[in-house]
């Protein structure tokens, strides 16, 4: 089983490997793949080191799967190379998930629609996987009518530079001096909140609120519901959170709803206000659950409810979705 990691040395590229290693997927040869300025170097996987490849020689090799974390134009290029060598691609960037054509996989809900034929199969946004997760069980009983979602995220969501212009900031305000390193962000973002994730379309909203909008409608193959959002960029450095206002059509017990929750798999219920219990950033760090809590009545209308949805936005958001989607090609022996 020759896997190969697109963008291995990235932020979302080196927890993939580490996920690889966790679940121990079956990699009988690993082929790293990064740009041409980091060939020839290495990375450590199961108390290994490999090296570095470009990506022209990992086609050449004709792995079995190749997960992608290389943004959207390398996937554009690349992802279509690989699948003609029989190659699955699984793809984290935003390149192919609204096209018709590609699956748009969180294998709980969806990885059933997964043929021998789709090669290249699409990663949703972090922030949408987090949201499908809870929204998909509660759908299937209530009956999803409208949500509003507003994103509380982490500058990890950004990549490594936003976290080094986050920690540099820290850093400068402590010892009173200028920051050090370029600003991914046009504003400071220590101490600060950025209504601004990725750039804005004409509509006024950015791309990741778009995306968010979409994208549930897809993975549940159903758009018969409305969904609104705001994205906010918070100076944590781990994990996304969520407010969501959910409007059912049926009415619905809070005492089944967490029910349900509960015996979703992937999903944890930390809903316990009296002991403060509920999700937080902090405290999913690392983990691959998506974390849900804060669950209530809305009452200012009826069939609402009020809940906060946590994950880490690098595991289950990204690494580690893609790494169940493998793990589903090879229980299905569709490679």
């Excluded at 046009?186 to 990741?208: H, M, R, W």
């Excluded at 946590?310 to 169940?324: C, E, F, H, I, Y």
Aim: aromatic share 6%; glycine share 6%.
């Amino acid at each position: 089983m020759k896997i190969a990691v697109v963008g291995a040395t990235g932020m979302v590229g080196q927890v993939m490997l580490k996920v690889l290693e966790e679940r121990n997927f079956p990699v009988t040869e690993l082929i790293p793949v990064a740009s041409e300025k980091s060939v020839g170097k290495s990375v450590h996987f199961k108390g290994e080191e490999y090296t570095l490849v470009s990506i022209q020689s990992a086609v050449e090799q004709k792995p079995e799967i190749a997960i992608f974390s290389a943004g959207g134009a390398t996937s554009l290029e690349w992802a279509p190379k690989f699948a003609e060598m029989g190659t699955f691609v699984i793809d984290n960037s935003s390149a192919w998930r609204m096209d018709a054509t590609k699956k748009l996989v969180v294998p709980e809900i969806n990885a059933s629609e997964i043929t021998k034929d789709d090669k290249i199969i699409a990663n949703p946004n972090c922030s949408t996987i987090q949201l499908v997760m809870v929204l998909h069980p509660l759908h299937k009983k209530y009956g999803l009518k409208r949500v509003v979602v507003s994103t509380y995220q982490s500058v990890t969501g950004t990549g490594k530079a936003a976290v080094d212009q986050l920690q540099d900031e820290v850093k400068s305000s402590v010892t009173a001096q200028d920051c050090t390193v370029p600003k991914v962000y046009p504003y400071e973002i220590f101490k600060n909140a950025l209504p601004q994730c990725d750039v804005f379309s004409d509509e006024g909203y950015t791309k990741e609120e778009l995306k968010l909008m979409r994208e549930p409608k897809k993975i549940m193959s159903d758009d018969s519901f409305q969904l609104t959002a705001t994205a906010v960029r918070v100076p944590v450095q781990g994990g996304h959170s969520e407010s969501v206002n959910i409007e059912f059509h049926q009415d619905f017990n809070l005492d089944e709803v967490r029910e349900i929750l509960s015996h979703t798999k992937g999903v944890t219920v930390q809903d316990d206000v009296e002991k403060s219990l509920y999700p937080m950033p902090l405290y999913s760090e690392g983990k691959d659950e998506v974390f849900v809590g804060r669950i209530r009545r809305d009452p200012s209308q009826p069939k609402t409810l009020n809940c906060w949805i946590v994950a880490d936005n690098l595991r289950k958001g990204a690494a580690t979705n893609a790494v169940q989607i493998a793990e589903h090609l090879v229980k299905q022996k569709l490679v």
